[in-house]
């Protein structure tokens, strides 16, 4: 089985993810070891705590494509950001501030962890709105969400990520009965590779 992750602060000096490039590229080899072979990375796209990061990740990005050619031809890379939603900055989307993942029409967005849904929804039908598709970031974080808060962000288009190490089992009741288990699949399914050679993005795109 191979998998796909589309949400990795892997790229180093540029957020809270690798601080240097020996742990960007331990960090690679480590998800390699697991069987990924695509990877989006998605530094924070956030000024207010990372500055203006955009040529640090480029380069970043450029170092970590040249390992990778070398090490895991096989492994698919292509850049992202994950945008922390404040005030007007969804336009950062449509002005390229922002980068949607792989050049996609699809972007990930992160809220505050008290967010109320009405401002999450109010986002989420912005980014609709002007043509893109949000993918909620680490959903299981936002404590003013339940499973009813989720499902309905789901029928509104956006698509929904939760992290591999979270505690499915309590996370937002997401998991906390069967008759619920249809979230965790629509989560955990944005980390997992289709074979054929169909892309995950290309899969999200065409559903």
């Not at 000096?13 to 690798?18: A, E, I, P, W």
């Not at 974080?141 to 929904?160: N, P, S």
């Amino acid at each position: 089985m191979t998998f796909s992750d589309i949400h990795i602060h892997l790229l180093y000096g540029v957020d809270d993810g690798s601080a240097t490039i020996e742990e960007m590229k331990a960090l690679t080899d480590y998800v390699y070891s697991y069987g990924t072979r695509y990877l989006c990375v998605t530094p924070h796209c956030c000024p207010a705590m990372f500055g203006d990061n955009r040529a640090s990740t480029e380069q970043s990005f450029l170092e970590l494509k040249s390992y990778c050619a070398e090490k895991y031809p096989d492994l698919a890379l292509s850049l992202g950001n994950e945008l922390y939603c404040s005030g007007d900055n969804l336009s950062w989307i449509k002005s390229g501030y922002c980068n949607t993942l792989g050049n996609t029409r699809f972007v990930l967005l992160e809220f505050d962890e008290f967010s109320p849904f009405s401002a999450i929804s109010k986002a989420v039908k912005t980014v609709l709105n002007s043509g893109y598709v949000p993918i909620i970031a680490h959903a299981e974080r936002y404590i003013k969400l339940g499973t009813r808060a989720v499902e309905q962000l789901r029928r509104d288009g956006a698509k929904i990520q939760v992290n591999a190490v979270a505690d499915l089992g309590s996370a937002l009741a997401l998991g906390e009965a069967a008759e619920h288990l249809h979230f965790v699949f629509v989560a955990v399914a944005l980390h997992r590779q289709h074979g054929g050679g169909e892309s995950l993005l290309d899969r999200l795109l065409r559903g």
